[in-house]
């Protein structure tokens, strides 16, 4: 179980191809595509962040869970 959970969530509307770039301390990087979208889920210590572009919206979410639980939000993003 978790004790106090953080989380942020930004989400940036590009007019160009410039995009953020994130830092990771010592993890891979895993991929995911869910709804023909590409993710990225990195750990830096005890947070873990999810990021993604779709067309020109940056999405990031920084949050102190795990990657099971980023797979969780992934898809709770999409469900209908």
């Not at 191809?17 to 990771?24: F, M, S, V």
């Not at 869910?34 to 993604?52: D, F, V």
Request: aromatic share 8%; proline share 0%.
């Amino acid at each position: 179980e978790y004790g106090e959970i953080s989380m942020q969530i930004k989400i940036s509307v590009t007019t160009d191809t410039t995009h953020h770039t994130y830092e990771k301390l010592g993890s891979d990087v895993e991929k995911v595509f869910i709804n023909g979208i590409e993710h990225y889920i990195t750990q830096n210590g005890n947070m873990t962040r999810i990021s993604w572009i779709a067309g020109n919206i940056e999405c990031s979410i920084l949050c102190s869970m795990g990657a099971e639980e980023a797979y969780k939000i992934i898809n709770s993003i999409y469900e209908r």
